[in-house]
């Protein structure tokens, strides 16, 4: 992260069972192990976690995530490892509607957003059971099998509550042209929304030489879903860029010989700036003051982080400095994470960050950390 230019991550935390028995430590863990600052989502899967939403609050979480995707036949999730080990923790959960609701209600008694991940978990079933059974493979079989269609009724739905509570709905990495249509009719309707996007629904489609490495939740779709939501970007109808960064091997990634026993997911915190730069900046798409929006300012505003997003003062010194001359190639080693695999590799990228500041602080420069671990500090939220 710090090699690519982030000096704030937001982690998704997702824990199986009580928060209250295992957010301290969790927290305490942190401290030892982070180069740059970070801050928490919790996610929520059961009717025991909302009962913990308010211990959540209290501990300065203020955001919750939702699994619209997870239930029934594909309710299978890998939570949070357990400080000091290297195991995914794999588990089963069912994100019904009706559990979703009773989220949206007692985030708004809170006065905290809903990042959602908008996907019908039954028609997704369906979709995948289907395409198994026609015998198909590959990206576009697994984009068939998760329909754009499935992101646009999760989203119909989720906005519904939202109205009904009037609750804050952040949809998390939108790529689809007709989930950004039908999130543009819910917008008009009243309801609360916030949209993020991620680089690799701005670069990737299923048609891309990715293999199963770039599947992922939603899938990657066609070009003209990447144009639309580069236009959507442009016409302002995107507030942020996220990551959904999932820092997997190769090994568990691939999983068998098909798309369906893949992993879902893949890391992508590294090279989204150099991603952005590349393919947003020097090819004309954005400007860097909507980067900047896109990728700081918006985010901090809208979770609370008051000391970030503004180079200003009383704010922290968090600097990535760019060189958008700067040619170089994607590779795992180039950035040095757990993963082993990008599904960047091989791409020659024009524009990098070439020094990551940190409150001040140099933590990374030309590919290399030069800051300590646990330097990197929890940040404190407060939503105005």
Not at 300 to 328: N, P, R, T, V
Request: with cysteine; proline share 3%.
């Amino acid at each position: 992260a710090a090699i690519g230019g982030v000096t704030t991550m937001m982690r998704m935390f997702r824990l199986n069972g009580s928060y209250k028995d295992s957010l301290q430590k969790h927290l305490s863990a942190s401290q030892n192990s982070h180069y740059i600052d970070y801050t928490l989502h919790a996610s929520i899967f059961d009717n025991s976690q909302i009962d913990e939403m308010n211990y959540c609050k209290e501990n300065k979480i203020i955001s919750f995530k939702i699994y619209m995707n997870l239930g029934g036949d594909v309710g299978h999730v890998y939570m949070e490892m357990n400080p000091g080990e290297q195991k995914l923790i794999s588990a089963e959960v069912n994100v019904t509607n009706e559990l979703v609701e009773k989220i949206v209600k007692k985030a708004a008694l809170l006065d905290c957003p809903v990042l959602v991940h908008a996907e019908d978990y039954q028609e997704c079933a369906c979709g995948m059971k289907t395409q198994k059974e026609k015998n198909h493979d590959g990206l576009n079989a697994w984009s068939e099998s998760r329909s754009p269609n499935f992101e646009a009724k999760a989203i119909q739905t989720i906005c519904e509550y939202g109205r009904k509570y009037n609750c804050q709905i952040y949809f998390v990495h939108i790529g689809s042209k007709l989930a950004l249509e039908k999130i543009k009719e819910e917008k008009q309707k009243g309801t609360k929304i916030f949209v993020e996007t991620c680089p690799h629904y701005l670069t990737l489609s299923h048609e891309s030489q990715t293999g199963y490495l770039a599947k992922v939740m939603p899938p990657i779709r066609t070009k003209n879903d990447i144009q639309s939501v580069w236009t959507a970007i442009q016409n302002n109808e995107i507030d942020t860029i996220g990551t959904d960064h999932v820092a997997n091997q190769l090994k568990l990634k691939l999983g068998g010989d098909d798309v369906w026993s893949a992993l879902a997911g893949f890391p992508g915190i590294g090279t989204s700036l150099p991603i952005l730069l590349s393919e947003g900046i020097n090819k004309n798409k954005i400007n860097l003051n909507q980067l900047v929006n896109l990728t700081s300012t918006n985010a901090s505003k809208i979770f609370g982080l008051s000391s970030k997003g503004h180079l200003a003062i009383g704010y922290d010194a968090d600097i990535a400095m760019i060189d958008l001359k700067k040619e170089a190639k994607v590779s795992p080693e180039l950035f040095g994470g757990f993963s082993d695999y990008l599904v960047y590799d091989g791409w020659n990228l024009k524009g990098w960050p070439i020094k990551t500041i940190v409150r001040g602080t140099v933590v990374a420069e030309n590919f290399e950390v030069i800051g300590k671990p646990g330097y990197g500090n929890i940040v404190p939220r407060e939503l105005s």
